[in-house]
């Protein structure tokens, strides 16, 4: 099993570029997440979707949209990149009848560097 | 809001020595606490996964432990060995039905040969 795959896994963007990042799990888990890891701080949540066609805040949603349309992806999008937003980015899936005896499944993550 | 600490930030043992990762939370209403594993430049595996109703759990030579009312875990490595080398993250799925997870700043571990 591929379990959660991320799409691409490097990347290097000028100030005011846009992107996507690209998230796809074959695990049919119908909830979904987006994380960013800076030094020091650990993981926090950028957007969530418990969902096909849905989406939520999480903790730092400035500057990304996301979008659901199929169950097995999960994308993020980069309108106008900024420096602040040189991270990596990780991706994340969840089966929410498992919520208290399973793990969330995590990709290898997106390494983003914006100069 | 739920806020979760790990100390310390680094540790460095030498090989075969027991050791033990803290973790602490803000508010004990929580679904499960979850340890894992991450190795330079790469993805999170899980380790351990505490459920509210547990105390602890064990897979080899590791043990979690969880102490809600006291807003605590420790992770226990026996007999640590280089391999072990890694930064070990803790998080702590609160009570929404959304699943999100709330991490730690995580704790780099070297275990010197």
């Known amino acids: 099993n591929a379990g959660v795959t991320q799409t691409p896994k490097f990347r290097v963007l000028k100030t005011g570029q846009s992107m996507t990042l690209l998230c796809a799990q074959d695990?049919?888990?119908?909830?979904m997440y987006w994380y960013r890891q800076d030094p020091g701080m650990g993981l926090r949540l950028i957007h969530y979707?418990?969902?096909?066609?849905?989406?939520a805040k999480g903790e730092v949603p400035d500057g990304y949209n996301v979008s659901r349309l199929k169950k097995q992806n999960f994308l993020l999008g980069l309108e106008s990149a900024a420096p602040s937003q040189t991270s990596v980015y990780f991706c994340a899936s969840a089966d929410p009848r498992g919520f208290s005896n399973q793990p969330q499944h995590f990709g290898d993550g997106t390494r983003l560097s914006i100069l | 809001k739920q806020e979760v600490t790990q100390i310390p930030a680094a540790l460095s043992v030498p090989e075969g020595e027991n050791l033990v990762l803290n973790c602490s939370f803000t508010?004990?209403?929580?679904?499960?606490l979850q340890w894992f594993r991450q190795d330079p430049g790469k993805g999170l595996t899980s380790l351990l996964l505490?459920?509210?109703?547990?105390r602890e759990q064990t897979s080899g030579r590791l043990n979690a432990s969880l102490d809600k009312s006291s807003g605590r875990s420790t992770l226990y490595i026996a007999a640590s060995q280089p391999g072990d080398s890694a930064t070990y993250l803790c998080?702590?799925?609160?009570?929404?039905?959304?699943?999100?997870?709330?991490f730690g700043q995580g704790t780099t571990l070297q275990v010197k040969p």
């Open positions: 998080a702590v799925h609160g009570s929404s039905n959304t699943g999100k997870l709330i």
């Open positions: 979707s418990v969902g096909e066609g849905t989406t």
């Open positions: 505490i459920q509210s109703s547990q």
């Open positions: 695990m049919n888990h119908e909830y």
């Open positions: 508010d004990s209403a929580i679904y499960n």
